[in-house]
């Protein structure tokens, strides 16, 4: 009896033992991984100057007055569509997507897409935990805020919150890459949305004047990316973005300075820029923006 | 006896009588008084007018022809050859018994008046030729009837009771003293039918009728003769003379007074003797509730006295168990039958356990022989089938467990109510089985209720009880009617048996002891004339102890049953058999599985993207409650499947326990089979469940855990039907059984929200949850489907780093900084209690788990002044050098952080850099990859990613990449779904591991199975519980 019972017990145990020899090699693979870690080279840009620069990009929230102030007409077709998120395996996509994403759910938010809402906002979140800074999302706490269109200041607040608190989280830890694509990928998709949306035909201009100034902004981004332009993805973004930037040379800017004043616009204190500037946008080059930049945000969304 | 017999006889009797010398006057008075004892008055003289019809007709004839000889013997040639017609006719309706009857009466009418001429024996000799009877038997019935001489009746077929022994060479002998002359009995073995014949001058009594001299009579089963003087002869005494056990073996059996009282305090059993030998067969009576079943249980072992022995040739049958086991039969009330297996199946594999050296032809033989003398060979391959459900007659039945008794030949044989509902021709059938057992030698014990007198008088002793079970009698059947009645006063107080038929009425017996007391208008008041215990006094005091010659033999060895291995191959075959025969059984068990996985699977295979048509293993979000699914079904089908096992096994086994068969080897049969059931119901599970969801590659992972499952609930259900004594609870106790396990997986309530008390959001699995199979069950498929999926293969290494460089990164150093940074603020505010003791106490601890990491010996950051870390050392210059070494540890994990997220990146790049990478990429991660089931084990749906438990901080989110830290060497215990458990200083991967725990279950139970342990329990308690209620009476 006591034979024949010890008998499976010490199968186990033999199996057990044959399994954590396995488990052994499995962690020296582990700590190879560690010691190279130590030999990579590191960082292309010093940290403030990427934090000053990518503030200087329009986040999610600032195109949101923009478009509110322009009386967009919603279009769901503009949006890049929620299901695309399983494609984005790398870093390079996710962030860049985040951008895309942030920037959609806030233009949705503003029309009181509700339904829609959740699943951007849960793709946000999870691109988010991909590229591990999940920790910047109260998950919850948004989730219980878009279920009722009274919040979407709440929503659009804390999104912009979270979207800041990650930049600058991300340059501190040394992966300004991942925030600055995070910032490309909200220009673009800005961008993209400012040019396609249709407008009552009144504000068509103000729109215009909007896309003509970015042209200083893309020239930051430019500065950005390229520190990383020899990175296999970033090549092409850089390539592209300079072709953008090309187009961008027809707009002229004149430059009026005015000094800038605090105020608060929905619970936020932001700076408004007193500075007066006069662009000059011809329609041919909004429609080769529009083109171009139609051409770089295919490529991002894949 | 019929007209045309009787007839025939008479005939006979005619033709043998006129021959050579014609009718003497005596032959005429055997003639009248042989038909005085089969006819009334009326009836007599019409036969004995037809006998003179037949002489007178014959005569004439003969009158007509005697003056020849030579005619003389043309006639008897004729009378020949009419003998020979008569005698065939006779063949055609009588019984060999009833033949032997007609051919004794044949001698004794030629012996009337002793004229034994050629021509009448020539006659008899036609017809005993006829009649099939051997010469031997045919001289020993002449020498009985016609010798008077003991010296002349020497012959071994012949017992002579008498006062002197005259040097007898062959006959048997039985002394008795005082008897004037002789009595003669002559056994004819192949009937075993019993003569007697008195030659003397006393009067010498046959059941209570006078025996006249020189007269033949049938010595019937049970009778008893009694000399004038001196000692009664009872049947079983000349039996025993004739009879010699083949085996030689002689057994004696002694009760030495025996009391009993059941456990709600009634008194079972009082004083109870008994002494018995071998070759006898003994009743047990009484009303019911006397407890006739219990003293039988007490006789056999089954059950042990409060009081008293019981002696096996001198061996205490309670003390020397096993000893004596073996030579013991019994066979209860109800059915030991296999009802799946048919007649000779059941024979067969009984035979099987018994006897191990007999090969398959001799067994064949063997239940040849047994099942024709059951009369049961007609029948053999007919399934036994139930009560219910009938294939055979309830007396085929009966005979068929004798038969089982039969084959093993028990030297004592208990038998409980073997005639109760039976018609009373099977009755006699199975009690004629059980009387041939006492011929060979055994010793019988049977608890019979209202045996019809021809069964009464079977036994050779009757005990009787009354209630509260009191012994109010022991001895000779017949003699228990005229005892009971000589002490009630009734008139014919001396005849046991009807004078004219022979009948012994039992019921009389307990009509006298039962009665009642009448008032005076001859109502019966319901009290008793005479209470058990006067009885009991009465039988006390009229007892004769009648010694027997107590054997203190050795008992006979009882070895031949066949060894462990053998037996677990004959049960297993036995039990294989039964199951494959129930066609019912056999197709439910094989459907029950893939039917519930294919329901399961078809009902949660959903396509999330409500515009598409295709099915996404990655994006099903009901493959974790799968997984749960997997483990309960594998619960409920290995109960199921096993609960009612042994339950119906029960009384096989109480019959069983008798062979002396190893228990283990019975369980580990019941044990092979329901695995190869249990095993075959997972492969159909987990083929058609993970076919249909489309989980692929990991059919023997979800095999080897609905297995382990199946097969501890198997072992499970197993003791519960060991333990429990009726269906209906097993059924009950099911749900208690799964819920439990169903709650405490994991997988329905998180471990961090269920009941603090129970130990729910603490640092590792609940204790509570540990002693869940199920549990270990679930976190195996959920642990093995995340890790070891192909998609999350090629990263798993990489990305267990990751995370722990992220926990470490974002939330564990920051936190342990944030504890310092807030000392050294209150320090500088002067706040009396800079630092909360408890807070010392985490940062020492946790300190002390990052010296002892296993980073330690690549980054080289220690923290030297642990031991400074309590309140009584701690202060500023410490607390700046702690967070200096906290920050060189922080920049170690984000710089490794930050460098391993870039390389598990470029790896993904590298993967989906061309556009066929990219598909077979993102192909290999749909197929394989379950984003919910990923949701879950990385607890991203946790309210919080750390929590601090007083001095320690315990990471929450990503436990499946998490490796639990263990001090000790045996200590496994670990956070829920941990990738590895540690034990004796290894890591095993949860798969293997929780496999092992759940066969660890598994064999505990089956000690507790092997040991009975909860059936122990069970009447444990119940057994308390009576006696709590007796107490609180009082």
Known sequence: MKKKTTLPLILALVAGLIISGCQQNKRQEATDLLYDSKKEGELFLHMDMVKEMISSVSNPVEMSSLLQKAGVIYSQDLLNPAGNIDDYNTNFQRALNLGVYGTNLVYMNIYDRTLSTLRYLSNVRQLAADLRIEQFFDYETLNRLSESSRNIDSVLFITNTGFDNMSRYLIEQDRSNIAILISTGTWIESLYIATHVQTIPGNRDYINMRIGEQKKVLDNLLLLLYAYREEPDFNWLFEDLMDLKKIFEDVKISYVYAEPTMQELNGVLIVIDNSMSEVIISDNTIEKIANKVAEIRTRVIG | ?1034
Not at chain 2, 406 to 411: D, G
Request: aromatic share 12%; proline share 4%; glycine share 6%.
């Open chain 2, 1 to 1034: 006896m019929s007209e045309e017999i009787l007839k025939a006889l008479m005939q006979l009797f005619a033709l043998i009588a006129k021959q050579d010398v014609g009718i003497s006057e005596k032959e005429r008075n055997f003639v009248e008084n042989f038909l005085k004892q089969q006819l009334n008055e009326s009836t007599v003289k019409e036969y004995l007018a037809l006998f003179d019809g037949f002489i007178s007709s014959d005569r004439e004839k003969n009158s007509e022809n005697t003056i020849e000889s030579g005619e003389h013997r043309l006639t008897s040639v004729k009378d020949s050859v009419k003998t020979l017609g008569i005698a065939k006719k006779i063949n055609r309706t009588l019984t060999q018994k009833q033949k032997i009857v007609v051919l004794v009466r044949l001698f004794e009418l030629i012996n009337s008046d002793k004229n034994f001429t050629p021509q009448r024996m020539a006659m008899i000799d036609t017809a005993a030729d006829v009649f099939n009877i051997t010469r031997e038997e045919q001289l020993a019935i002449s020498t009985f009837v016609i010798q008077n001489d003991s010296n002349k009746a020497d012959i071994p077929e012949i017992l002579i009771i008498g006062c002197k022994n005259a040097f007898l060479e062959h006959s048997h002998f039985i002394h008795s003293p005082q008897l004037d002359g002789k009595i003669f009995i002559l056994r004819i073995k192949s009937v075993d039918l019993y003569f007697l014949k008195y030659k003397g001058d006393d009067e010498v009594l046959l059941n209570g009728l006078p025996v006249k001299s020189n007269r033949v009579y049938l010595f019937a089963n049970g009778s008893v003769i009694k000399p004038a003087k001196g000692k009664p002869v009872f049947y079983t005494d000349v039996a025993a003379r004739f009879i010699t056990d083949p085996t030689g073996l002689h057994i004696t059996l002694r009760a030495e007074n025996i009391y009993l009282t059941f456990p709600n305090g009634t008194v079972g059993l009082q004083d109870i003797n008994l002494e018995e030998t071998t070759g006898k067969m003994m009743a047990i009576m009484g009303s019911s509730g006397s407890g006739k079943t219990t003293l039988l249980n007490i006789l056999s072992g089954i059950q042990t006295p409060a009081r008293g022995n019981v002696f096996v040739n001198g061996k205490d049958l309670y003390e020397q168990k096993d000893l004596i086991k073996g030579i013991i039969g019994y066979i209860p009330q109800d059915d030991l039958l296999i009802e799946e297996l048919t007649v000779w199946e059941n024979l067969y594999y009984s035979t099987k356990l018994v006897y191990k050296n007999l090969s398959s032809e001799q067994i064949t033989e063997k239940l040849e022989k047994v099942l024709i003398s059951l009369g049961l060979f007609h029948i053999k391959d007919l399934k036994v089938g139930n009560p219910l459900d009938k294939r055979i007659s309830g007396g085929q039945r009966k005979r068929l467990n004798i038969g089982l008794e039969l084959i093993r030949e028990p030297s004592v044989l208990f038998v409980d109510e073997p005639t109760s509902g039976l018609s009373s021709r099977d009755s006699e059938n199975v009690m004629e089985l059980l009387k041939e057992l006492t011929i060979k030698g055994k010793l019988v014990f049977v608890v019979i209720h209202q045996p019809s007198s021809e069964i009464f008088k079977m036994f050779d002793k009757v005990l009787i009880l009354d209630e509260g079970g009191y012994q109010i009698y022991y001895g000779n059947p017949v003699e228990a009617p005229i005892y009971f009645k000589r002490i009630d006063n009734q008139i014919n107080s001396d005849i046991g048996e009807c004078p004219r038929c022979g009948n012994v009425n039992p019921e009389s017996i307990f009509s006298i002891v039962e009665s009642q007391i009448v008032d005076e208008y001859g109502r019966s008041t319901g009290k008793r004339k005479v209470q058990p215990w006067e009885w009991a006094n009465f039988f006390k005091k009229t007892q004769k102890t009648e010694l027997i010659k107590e054997s203190f033999r050795e008992l006979p060895d009882t070895s031949a049953k066949p060894g462990w291995l053998k037996q677990i191959s004959v049960f297993f075959g036995r039990d294989l058999k039964s199951k494959l025969s129930n066609r019912q059984y056999i197709l439910l068990n094989l459907f029950e599985a893939p039917v519930l996985a294919m329901l399961l699977a078809f009902v949660i295979r959903y396509i999330e993207d409500p515009s598409s048509g295709s099915y996404i293993f990655r994006e099903n979000d009901n493959i974790m409650p799968y997984l749960f699914m997997c483990t309960i079904v594998a619960l409920f089908i290995g109960l199921i499947v096993s609960a009612e096992e042994i339950f119906k096994d029960r009384k096989i086994l109480k019959r069983e326990s008798f062979l002396n068969l190893s228990r283990s080897s019975y369980l580990y049969s019941k044990v092979s089979i329901l695995f190869i059931i249990s095993a075959i119901q997972a492969l159909l599970f987990v083929w058609v469940g993970n076919s249909i969801l489309e989980i692929e590659g990991m059919f023997f992972e979800y095999w080897l855990v609905f297995f382990s499952v199946a097969a501890f609930a198997n072992v499970l259900g197993l003791n519960i039907s060991s333990a429990f004594n009726s269906a209906v609870t097993i059924y009950i106790l099911i749900p208690f059984l799964i819920i439990p396990q169903m709650v405490l997986t994991g997988a329905m309530f998180s471990f961090d929200k269920i009941n603090r008390g129970l130990g729910g959001g603490s640092e590792k699995v609940p204790v509570i949850a540990e002693i869940m199979p199920s549990r270990w069950a679930f976190e195996a498929l959920a642990v093995n489907q995340f890790v070891n999926n192909e998609y999350e293969k090629q990263f798993y290494t990489m990305r267990q780093l990751e995370s722990v460089f992220n926990y470490k990164n974002v939330y564990y150093i920051p936190e342990l900084k944030g504890i310092i940074e807030q000392y050294i603020s209150n320090t500088n505010r002067a706040e009396k209690f800079p630092i909360d003791p408890l807070d010392i106490e985490l940062l020492y601890h946790e300190v002390q788990k990052e010296n002892n990491s296993e980073y330690v010996s690549f980054h080289n950051i220690v923290f030297n002044d642990s031991d400074k870390l309590n309140i009584n050392d701690f202060n500023l210059e410490v607390a700046n050098d702690l967070k200096l070494y906290l920050d060189d540890l922080h920049e170690f994990y984000r710089q490794n952080f930050n460098s391993i997220n870039r390389r598990i990146d470029n790896l993904i790049s590298e993967k989906t850099s061309s556009p066929e990478g990219r598909q077979s990429y993102q192909s290999i991660y749909d197929m394989h990859y379950n984003t919910y089931l990923a949701r879950f084990a990385k607890n991203t749906m946790a309210p919080l990613p750390m929590v601090r438990l007083n001095n320690k901080l315990i990471q929450k989110i990503d436990p499946i990449y998490l490796n639990p830290q263990n001090n000790s060497y045996l200590d496994f215990r670990a956070h829920f779904l941990a990738p590895v458990k540690n034990f004796m200083g290894g890591q095993v991967p949860t798969l293997y591991f929780n496999v092992g725990v759940i066969w660890i279950f598994t064999i505990l139970a089956f000690a507790t199975l092997y040991f009975n342990a909860l059936k122990r329990l069970v009447d444990y308690f119940e057994e308390y519980s009576i006696l709590k209620r007796k107490n609180n009476k009082n």
